[in-house]
């Protein structure tokens, strides 16, 4: 059992930035693909960007180049540094682990973070 704990949204102005982070208790969290989701109001959750053991990571067109997913094996946690934010950023920030790169398919979630861009 793996649970997970998400911290660091926020309100914040267009162009700024956050950093989320999410931590696992448990066992194993090295082996886990992490990923992050985001849900907006009225929209599907969709996967927004993701990292496997090896530290590959995958990205959402939509972020390429404005965010980026990291992971400290040692602390278990998970990083998520957004720059350049925009008001469509504005969501409901969601970690998850799971065992399938890059969608992650996720087996364990946090209980989510707000993230609110103004413009």
């Known amino acids: 059992q793996v649970q997970l704990v998400e911290s660091g949204g926020g309100l914040v102005q267009a162009g700024g930035s956050l950093r989320l982070s999410c931590t696992a208790s448990?066992?194993?969290?090295?082996?886990?693909?992490m990923g992050w989701f985001r849900q907006a109001p009225g929209k599907e959750r969709e996967l927004v960007a993701s990292?496997?053991?090896?530290?590959?990571?995958y990205y959402a067109d939509s972020v390429k180049g404005r965010f980026t997913i990291s992971r400290d094996n040692a602390k278990n946690t998970v990083y998520f540094q957004m720059n350049s934010l925009k008001p469509e950023d504005t969501a409901v920030y969601y970690c998850?682990?799971?065992?399938?790169?890059?969608?992650?398919?996720?087996?364990?979630w946090g209980q989510g973070t707000q993230v609110t861009v103004s413009s």
């Open positions: 998850a682990a799971g065992y399938f790169y890059p969608m992650v398919q996720g087996k364990y």
């Open positions: 448990g066992r194993s969290f090295s082996m886990y693909v």
């Open positions: 990292i496997n053991s090896g530290g590959s990571t």
